[in-house]
């Protein structure tokens, strides 16, 4: 199910969302929604950007994640 949603952005920004759309043969609103999942799936895991920080130590990512959340 879809709900309406109104922004209000300068119309430069209008103009580049529209180009942007028709490069991608996508809608402004789909653009939007794929957006806003992104971002909501990066704010989700705040290790996801330090795969590659641990890869030649000897913890897992599971293993870090399990002593981060024993501190909290």
């Known amino acids: 199910m879809t709900t309406k949603l109104t922004l209000s952005v300068p119309l430069k920004f209008k103009r580049k969302a529209a180009m942007l759309s028709r490069r991608r043969k ?3 609103s789909a653009l939007f929604v794929e957006f ?7 704010e989700k895991d705040p ?3 330090l795969d590659g920080v641990w890869e030649d130590r000897d913890i897992t ?3 870090l994640r399990e002593k ?3 501190r909290s």
């Open 68 to 70: 981060a959340w024993k």
């Open 61 to 63: 990512l599971e293993q």
């Open 26 to 28: 996508k809608s402004i």
């Open 36 to 42: 806003v999942e992104r971002e909501a799936k990066r």
């Open 47 to 49: 290790f996801a950007g």
